[in-house]
């Protein structure tokens, strides 16, 4: 695909388009977990089966990665930016008229697949529109998106609260892929359309340091995806209102927000991230063991550790990715393996959860297996160091 670089007005408008589109990548999942109880009160619905709500779209935009490179070469930036919107659009729209389970879990997976397409591109068009910043102008795409699931999770149950529907609360934000689309069409005059011959295809299937990348990614987005899903629910059943809960959810993806952006900003200063990638994974460690030992008292601090460090995380586990090739399409596809394996490894840990929560009782199990997630990461995380990453993807 190739890309002039952009001047710095066009490239304005590109960032702000970036950021409306990745404004939609969560709200279709984030603002389950808050109205949880409500639609469980209309739809039959164990655990097990409301984790799919997370779970399938998940696997789905894991699944998509894997041809979303191909589609977007074929059809150009622009018009898979808008499929991509169109898709998100009418899967969430479609909630206002859904009365079963299954066509539920189905609106999930339309969605995800909606998701994939654009998440399967974003990262090989920064690399090549933005060279010089990849690490903010990642940060700023990861934030964007953590910002949309912050206003899903804390805006859905006030949307309940006055319309009296959960169903309401669940399609209202179509708007925001409506916002995106009319963006993105209006700037097709100014937006100039990749037209290059496709690129040799690069497979990644034999490459240890690709799957140890993807491991990587997917482990760290098995706590954000666990989170998304149960934290709400979890609080719900000790005691805390609905609202109350989505608010609780909406402040970690505030803290998500944050450290996105200025997580980024800091590890931009050194191309080793192995520092960095271990205080977050610290943060994420320490915000877990408090959800178990101490949900109640100092209720905001262990969401805003966990914000903090699964913010940062998130970005920097593609930033890592990217660093490992300077070609932005091969960098690309790496990151579109990368995201594929990791979004199946994490689409399982709400599942998981779920199940535990249906044969145990209670979250903290899962909140415990998470912990001990994160320590394996940490010595993966030791693996990272630049000098070596030349002799690991030629």
């Given at each position: 695909?190739e ?13 702000l388009?970036i950021?409306?589109?990745?404004l ?18 209309d739809i ?16 789905a935009?894991g ?5 979303g ?19 998100i ?15 539920l ?22 690399k090549s529109?933005?060279?010089d910043?990849?690490?903010l ?18 805006f859905a ?9 959960w169903r309401?609360?669940?399609a ?25 011959a ?11 340091r ?16 666990c989170v ?12 805390w ?5 989505g ?12 450290s996105?952006l200025?997580?980024p900003a ?8 192995r ?5 977050l ?16 008292s100092l ?6 550790l966990l ?11 593609l ?19 990368v ?9 399982l840990?709400p599942?998981?959860a779920?199940?535990i ?6 979250f903290e ?6 912990t001990g ?20 993807i030629?």
């Amino acid at each position: 695909m190739e890309i002039a670089r952009a001047t710095s007005r066009p490239a304005a408008w590109l960032m702000l388009g970036i950021v409306l589109v990745a404004l939609n990548l969560r709200p279709s999942m984030a603002a389950v977990g808050p109205l949880l109880s409500a639609i469980r009160g209309d739809i039959p619905l164990s655990f097990s089966l409301a984790s799919l709500l997370t779970m399938l779209p998940v696997m789905a935009m894991g699944l998509a990665m894997f041809f979303g490179i191909g589609i977007s070469q074929r059809l150009g930036e622009q018009r898979t930016v808008l499929l991509s919107l169109l898709i998100i659009g009418v899967a969430t729209m479609s909630r206002l008229f859904l009365d079963t389970a299954a066509e539920l879990i189905a609106s999930a997976i339309l969605a995800g697949i909606g998701i994939a397409l654009i998440q399967a591109l974003m990262p090989a068009l920064i690399k090549s529109r933005f060279p010089d910043n990849v690490a903010l102008c990642m940060g700023l795409y990861v934030t964007s998106i953590m910002g949309g699931a912050a206003l899903a999770a804390a805006f859905a149950p006030q949307v309940l609260r006055h319309t009296g529907s959960w169903r309401v609360g669940l399609a209202i934000w179509a708007t925001l892929a409506l916002l995106a689309l009319l963006f993105w069409w209006t700037q097709h005059a100014n937006t100039p359309v990749a037209a290059s011959a496709p690129a040799r295809k690069e497979s990644f299937l034999h490459n240890s340091r690709a799957w140890l990348l993807a491991i990587f990614f997917g482990l760290g987005t098995a706590s954000y995806t666990c989170v998304l899903a149960w934290l709400a629910p979890y609080y719900v059943e000790k005691g805390w209102s609905e609202q109350n809960a989505g608010l609780l959810l909406g402040f970690l993806t505030a803290m998500e927000v944050i450290s996105g952006l200025v997580v980024p900003a800091i590890a931009n200063r050194s191309r080793d991230r192995r520092r960095v990638l271990m205080v977050l994974l610290g943060l994420i460690v320490a915000g877990f063991c408090g959800l178990i030992l101490s949900p109640q008292s100092l209720s905001l601090l262990w969401p805003c550790l966990l914000g903090l460090g699964i913010g940062g995380l998130f970005p920097m586990s593609l930033i890592v990715s990217l660093d490992h090739l300077d070609h932005p399409q091969r960098a690309g596809g790496l990151t579109a393996f990368v995201q594929g394996i990791g979004y199946m490894i994490a689409g399982l840990s709400p599942l998981l959860a779920g199940v535990i929560r249906d044969r145990l009782g209670s979250f903290e199990w899962a909140w415990w297996s998470l912990t001990g997630v994160m320590l394996v990461m940490l010595l993966i995380a030791l693996r990272f160091n630049p000098r070596d990453y030349p002799s690991h993807i030629r």
